[in-house]
């Protein structure tokens, strides 16, 4: 069945058309370009669009109509937020706004002093949550898979000023092992995504929106293991100017108390269900999530 292949969509050209709007007309000049290029994706990239209407279709249970306006707001969505991480990471003036529902499960978090690590899935906005959580005034690290294509790159960390968040890049080694230990031990913030896999590595499975699906074993293990604060966290896009960022309440896992990884996975999946329900849009998942 398709899978991920640790790779997102796009050009360097792409990202530097709306750059140059960013810069010259503003956001609501890329968000208007959006708008077409979105309706593109909508009429004629079936790879993508097959896999999300299913979803709306056959796992929320949505009506065809419903099911075809939530894919194109899908694709708008998602433009809307690679935007934004453009304008936020270039440095660009922004009006957003932001409420944040459990800030002080962060910040007791932190006054442990062991560290923390945030689990997430690929919903809503990560570089959104990674530059709103610089006001915890501690180091935040993403953990992420070294897949973007080099231009893209290249041109990014040109265009960058200062980063808010260190990247960590998983790259088929134990490095980012070590360095996910060293940022816990020096008080720091791990953030990663737990619903994607690459094709090899090891998956557990669980019960999602009432049909088993893979997940990776990493972060659920990783949480069992490394006995420091966990918690679940969202950002979501609500309007053109405003995010909605959620935190889940501290959960201290313990192998020795009987948590197993399979345990955790679960009390993840039902928060996921969660949101995943309350923005049914900004599921950015563009291939067969659920076991055949």
């Known amino acids: 069945m398709p899978q991920w292949e ?5 050009t360097s050209t792409g990202y530097k058309i709306f750059v140059f709007l960013i810069k010259n007309i503003g956001i609501g000049g890329a968000y208007l370009l959006l708008r077409f290029v979105s309706l593109y994706y909508f009429l004629f990239s079936s790879s993508t669009s097959k896999p999300i209407l299913s979803f709306y279709r056959n796992m929320l249970k949505f009506s ?20 934004d991480k453009v ?52 180091r935040i690290n993403i953990v992420m898979y070294d897949g973007e294509d080099a231009n893209i790159k290249q041109y990014m960390d040109a265009i960058t000023g200062e980063k808010s968040f260190n990247i960590i890049y998983v790259r088929g080694d134990l490095e980012h092992i070590f360095k996910i230990n060293q ?14 896999f690459l094709s090899g590595n090891k998956t ?11 997940f990776p074993e990493g972060p659920f293990l990783l949480a069992q293991r490394l006995k420091v604060p966990v918690v679940y966290v969202y950002a979501f896009k609500e309007t053109n100017t ?33 949101m995943v329900h309350k923005y049914p849009e900004q599921w950015f998942n563009y291939y067969n999530f659920w076991k055949s």
């Open 242 to 274: 405003h995010y909605h960022f959620y935190s889940t309440g501290i959960k201290n896992f313990d192998s020795q108390k009987g948590d197993t990884v399979q345990i955790i996975l679960n009390d993840y999946v039902k928060s996921l269900e969660t």
């Open 204 to 214: 557990i499975i669980a019960d999602f929106l009432g049909m088993p699906a893979k």
């Open 6 to 10: 640790g790779k997102s969509k796009g």
């Open 87 to 138: 304008a936020l990471m270039s440095g660009a003036r922004t009006n957003f706004t932001f409420d944040f529902d459990g800030e002080q499960h962060l910040r007791e978090m932190i006054a442990k002093g062991s560290g923390g690590l945030l689990l997430s899935g690929h919903l809503g906005s990560w570089e959104a949550a990674g530059h709103l959580l610089k006001r915890l005034n501690t």
């Open 64 to 83: 065809k109509s419903k099911s075809l306006k939530l894919l194109y707001l899908n694709y708008f969505k998602l433009g809307q937020t690679l935007i």
């Open 183 to 196: 940022a816990l031990s020096n008080n720091e913030i791990v953030c990663m995504h737990a619903d994607r």
